[in-house]
Structures are given as structure tokens and as C-alpha cells.
T-cell receptor, first 112, second 112 residues
Framework: NAGVTQTPKFQVLKTGQSMTLQCAQD?????MYWYRQDPGMGLRLIYY???????DKGEVPNGYNVSRLNKREFSLRLESAAPSQTSVYFC???????????FGPGTRLTVL | QKEVEQDPGPLSVPEGAIVSLNCTYS??????FMWYRQYSRKGPELLMY????GNKEDGRFTAQVDKSSKYISLFIRDSQPSDSATYLC????????????FGAGTRLFVKA
């Protein structure tokens, strides 16, 4: 059981470049999340998917898009990266109607 | 003003000390409270989960909720160097809610 996996672990982009962060979970969870974590700001929700086939905006969705590819996979896309998107990105999953989220190891993204 | 306030620290204590970590919040609708532990360069993992007011104990850890004061605490007894991590409080107004609010985290160092 790998839990929640994220790729890549590290990435450096130039302003204006695009990229997709990948997330997969093998726990058969319904709900999946994307957060960003910045110093002093805690975890902020970018997008979430309550169940396969649905996605909704969180607190800071601007500049991002998501795709719930299937029950296991939830990807986050930056279409035109900006320095303000330099952050650590975490994917998480949970069982519907519970509160415990299981987090991946994170992707450290730097935008120059 | 943030919905959840948490002192970022760092907090440095000697091994064996009792540690008190705290969060205050402004939304009286919060009923479900969590503490996550995050080791350096890892994703958060759930440590404690409590509902409404009162105490919950698990080994060396005690979570306390005072809804009248909008204040939650995590106590660590007989602290160990392995407890060195960032501790994030989190809360939901409803069980199973999708928009969990996280504190910014308190960084704890336990010196051997």
C-alpha cells in the first residue's frame, strides 16, 4: 500500500511555463484535494474533488486547473506559471463523510 | 483576520518537558478539531481528532477543546527528540466537510 503518491518531488519552472502535478492514491478513497503550503500561511485549499467526476474550487484556485482522471488520480495543472506559485504542493485523499485526510509527500515547485 | 490563529514558534524544549501547543479560532460553528504532525519535508499526518468540547488522551498526547473560549490545545508529555516536527491544528464545522481550515503550524524542537 503506497498511500498517496505525488510526482514530481521537485520542479523548477520559468515564468510562463506550464506543468502538471500528478497525484494518485491506492486506498479507494472517494475525495481528493490539492493544497499549497507557504511559510506562515499554513495549508490552503486550491481545488478538491468530492468524488469521481466532480471538482470544486477551494480558497486559492486562480492560476490552476484540475482533472479527476479516475477514482485514483487527481492532477493539478499550472497553465502559465508565475513566481507567486512558488510553493510546496500537497495532494490528499479521504473517505467521504470522514475528516481524516491522508497526505502525499509533496512537490516542491520553484518558479523563476 | 485569519479564521484560525496559531503561533508559528519555533518552540524549543528539553527532552522530557511537557509541551503545550495552542490554536484560537473565530468561527463558533467549528465542531470537529484535529491535530496533524508534519516532519520536515514530509506530508502532514493525523495525530489527534476530537469532537466538540472536552479532552481526549492518546498515550503521551492530550487534545483539549474549549469551545466557550474558542481555544484548542495539544499537550505532549515526556517530550522526545522524535517529537520534533511542525504541529498543525485543523477544524471543520461539519463532519466530512470538504473545506477543513488549517492553522499555520507551530514548529517544535525537542533537545536531547
Amino acid at each position: 500500500n503506497a498511500g498517496v503518491t505525488q510526482t514530481p518531488k521537485f520542479q523548477v519552472l520559468k515564468t510562463g511555463q506550464s506543468m502538471t502535478l500528478q497525484c494518485a492514491q491506492d486506498m479507494n478513497h472517494n475525495s481528493m484535494y490539492w493544497y499549497r503550503q507557504d511559510p506562515g500561511m499554513g495549508l490552503r485549499l486550491i481545488y478538491y474533488s468530492a468524488s469521481e467526476g466532480t471538482t470544486d474550487k477551494g480558497e486559492v484556485p486562480n492560476g490552476y486547473n484540475v482533472s479527476r482522471l479516475n477514482k485514483r488520480e487527481f492532477s493539478l495543472r499550472l497553465e502559465s506559471a508565475a513566481p507567486s506559485q512558488t510553493s510546496v504542493y500537497f495532494c490528499a485523499s479521504k473517505v467521504l463523510m470522514t475528516d481524516t485526510q491522508y497526505f502525499g509527500p509533496g512537490t516542491r515547485l520553484t518558479v523563476l | 483576520q485569519k479564521e484560525v490563529e496559531q503561533d508559528p514558534g519555533p518552540l524549543s524544549v528539553p527532552e522530557g518537558a511537557i509541551v503545550s501547543l495552542n490554536c484560537t479560532y473565530s468561527n463558533s460553528a467549528f465542531q470537529y478539531f484535529m491535530w496533524y504532525r508534519q516532519y520536515s519535508r514530509k506530508g502532514p499526518e493525523l495525530l489527534m481528532y476530537t469532537y466538540s468540547s472536552g479532552n481526549k488522551e492518546d498515550g503521551r498526547f492530550t487534545a483539549q477543546v474549549d469551545k466557550s473560549s474558542k481555544y484548542i490545545s495539544l499537550f505532549i508529555r515526556d517530550s522526545q527528540p522524535s517529537d520534533s516536527a511542525t504541529y498543525l491544528c485543523a477544524m471543520n464545522p461539519n463532519t466530512g466537510g470538504f473545506k477543513t481550515i488549517f492553522g499555520a503550524g507551530t514548529r517544535l524542537f525537542v533537545k536531547a
